[in-house]
């Protein structure tokens, strides 16, 4: 099973609230991802990382931001939770062809 | 039109059957091929990639990849109860450093 890790599991949350989504691994991976996934539809990257001090924004387009300040660890923030943010998040680690995800995030905005 | 596509199912065969899952793509440039496995409520786990075309196995799984047409396939022999899960295709280009194009899934039953 791979070490990646995801807090909350799910997380229900008032619109305009602010919430950090976290995401660690233990495998020593430099690169680390964010999806998010709806139901029966294609995982979307929103976010990737290259290493400390890495970030840039996937095709998705979306309001979140992350920053990496140590290896493993990988957070997403959201500043202003709507509605439309309601959805599952991934996080993964390791090399493009041969990821490894965490268990997910699901989050309601309500 | 997608890049990738994938019937969703469900896809439903009684234990020990051979299962085919497949995925056409529409991007010759695609190079590596991945087979992902999501149970419900939990995040993709990585099954096998291929690198070009070929095939490859891993126990009761065989990826096979058909450049010249486009498709690749994951093939599970002996299927189980356990098998029962969303199968998830995903393909990049050899220069990519970050894009996986995914699949939406193909949701699998096996029934005992």
């Known amino acids: 099973e791979a070490d990646i890790y995801q807090t909350p599991r799910y997380l229900v949350i008032g619109t305009g609230k602010k919430i950090t989504l976290e995401c660690s691994q233990t495998m020593g991976h430099d690169k680390m991802y964010w999806y998010q996934q709806d139901p029966g539809m294609e995982l979307h990257l929103i976010h990737y990382?290259?290493?400390?001090?890495?970030?840039e924004k996937g095709d998705l387009s979306s309001e979140s931001t992350v920053s990496r300040i140590r290896t493993e660890h990988f957070p997403l923030t959201l500043e202003s939770a709507r509605p439309s943010h309601t959805s599952q998040y991934l996080c993964?680690?390791?090399?493009?062809?041969?990821?490894?995800f965490g268990p997910g995030t699901r989050l309601t905005v309500t | 039109q997608k890049e990738v596509e994938q019937d969703p199912g469900p896809l439903s065969v009684p234990e020990g059957a051979i299962v085919s899952l497949n995925c056409t793509y529409s991007?010759?440039?695609?190079?590596?091929f991945m087979w992902y496995r999501q149970y419900s409520r939990k995040g993709p786990e990585l099954l096998m990639y291929?690198?070009s075309s070929g095939n490859k196995e891993d126990g009761r799984f065989t990826a096979q990849v058909d450049k010249s047409s486009k498709y690749i396939s994951l093939f599970i022999r002996d299927s189980q109860p356990s098998d029962s899960a969303t199968y998830l295709c995903a393909m990049t280009t050899l220069d990519s450093n970050y894009q996986l194009i995914w699949g939406a899934g193909t949701k699998l039953i096996i029934k005992p």
């Open positions: 993964a680690s390791g090399y493009l062809y041969e990821q490894y």
């Open positions: 991007n010759s440039a695609f190079q590596y």
């Open positions: 990382s290259y290493g400390v001090n890495s970030t």
């Open positions: 291929t690198y």
